[in-house]
């Protein structure tokens, strides 16, 4: 016999309800803003610039994105779930996640290589030297670095949806709703 007798029986699909307070919600936020791969890579290769700017390291700004994308994405969830009660597992905040990492990690890309485009005809000396600029960023950060930036959008959103899942939400058994009095959410 099958250990997974239903759908219910597979990992994640437990009933959850949010933590009462702002605490948990706070300590999720900052836990899914503190992706491992950034802050532990910071010890070994020291940034040489911290302040902001075109030289301003990547995992600082990829560490201030985070910071605002993630209470975003949680208060996203958490209006979804008083409007519709969906995302209804800890699975369905992950994939949540998932899906707005990826969709602003796409967002963010598209708009630095629009900016350099702009950027780099400003400095271009004519109408051909600015063309040839505006191809050679589109083709560098368009076309090469968009797909690198969906991948770490979405491993940082898989980390940030983990966080706010356990830290946010807790397992709740289904309760029959008989009289209609119970709050959604």
């Known amino acids: 016999m099958s250990r997974f007798e239903s759908y219910s029986d597979l990992p994640g699909q437990a009933t959850i309800a949010a933590r009462p307070g702002r605490t948990p919600l706070i300590l999720a936020c900052l836990a899914g803003a503190a992706w491992p791969p950034l802050w532990l890579t910071l010890p070994f290769w020291r940034p040489h610039a911290y302040l902001p700017g075109r030289d301003m390291d990547w995992r ?24 519709d009660g969906r995302p209804g597992t800890r699975l369905g905040v992950v994939w949540r996640f998932m899906m707005y990492g990826g969709l602003a990690a796409t967002l963010v890309q598209i708009v630095v290589a629009l900016g350099m485009s702009v950027m780099g005809w400003f400095e271009a000396g004519d109408v051909m030297q600015a063309l040839g600029a505006t191809e050679t960023t589109l083709l560098i950060f368009g076309v090469g670095g968009l797909p690198i930036a969906m991948i770490v959008g979405v491993s940082y959103a898989l980390w940030a949806g983990l966080c706010a899942a356990f830290i946010a939400f807790e397992a709740r058994p289904a309760v029959k709703d008989r009289l209609g009095l119970m709050p959604k959410g």
Do not use: D
Request: charged share 20%; glycine share 4%; net charge positive.
């Open 60 to 83: 600082l700004v990829v560490m201030l994105i985070g910071l605002i994308t993630v209470p975003l994405a949680l208060y996203r969830v958490l209006n979804e779930r008083k409007r």
